[in-house]
């Protein structure tokens, strides 16, 4: 998919108050500094359209962007960020929650990894809640530069194997690199192809 166009359209932490234009959503979402808005911008080929975690005031907020004037593209607060207190992480947990259970227009959600670290509890628990309750998605494995092709391929290899620990069928996997551009053909066209059916 060519991008032709991507457009801030608005943020607020009320579902309700999203778009109500009935398009095709794609979020995304990971712990803090996974990559998240690195990957939105690889993405969408706009150098500061998400804002990255080093920007002061950051927000947490349900971001959403218009592409191509045909689908969203949802930017998700970072979950598990401790230094926000217990407090601040169970209001942003509710955000999330609110969007990911009540947006049916959200059509797939991707889930960002970082490729260098083992399984974490909060990552799989997260994951382990969405298939609970039936919500699509997908693993985006990000940060594949930072290591040698050989070590991300047996990263992401074990971490499938932690996966099929407890799934019997694994989401679809995709492996990134927002410095070296890596994956965006493979994400856009996963995108194009579900948007089609
Ligand atoms: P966010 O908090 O998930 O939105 O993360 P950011 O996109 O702000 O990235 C966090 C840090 O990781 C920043 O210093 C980025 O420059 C760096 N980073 C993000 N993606 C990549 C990548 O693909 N490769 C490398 N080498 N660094 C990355």
Known sequence: MEIKDAK???SNTDVSKCPATGL????????????KSSLINMLTNRKGLAMTSSMPGKT???NHFIINNEWYLVDLPGYGYAQRGREGRENIRKIIDGYILNRHEMTCLFVLIDCRHEPQKIDLEFMRWLGENGVPFCIVFTKTDKLGSVRVRENIAAYKMRLLE?????????????EKKVGRDEILDYIE???KS
Not at 24 to 35: D, K, L, T
């Open 193 to 195: 192809e579900i948007n």
């Open 166 to 178: 407890e799934w019997e069928e694994l989401p679809p996997v995709f492996a990134t690199s927002s």
């Open 60 to 62: 947490q907020l349900i």
């Open 24 to 35: 095709p959503e794609y979020a995304f979402i990971g712990r803090s500094n996974v990559g």
């Open 8 to 10: 801030f359209v608005i």
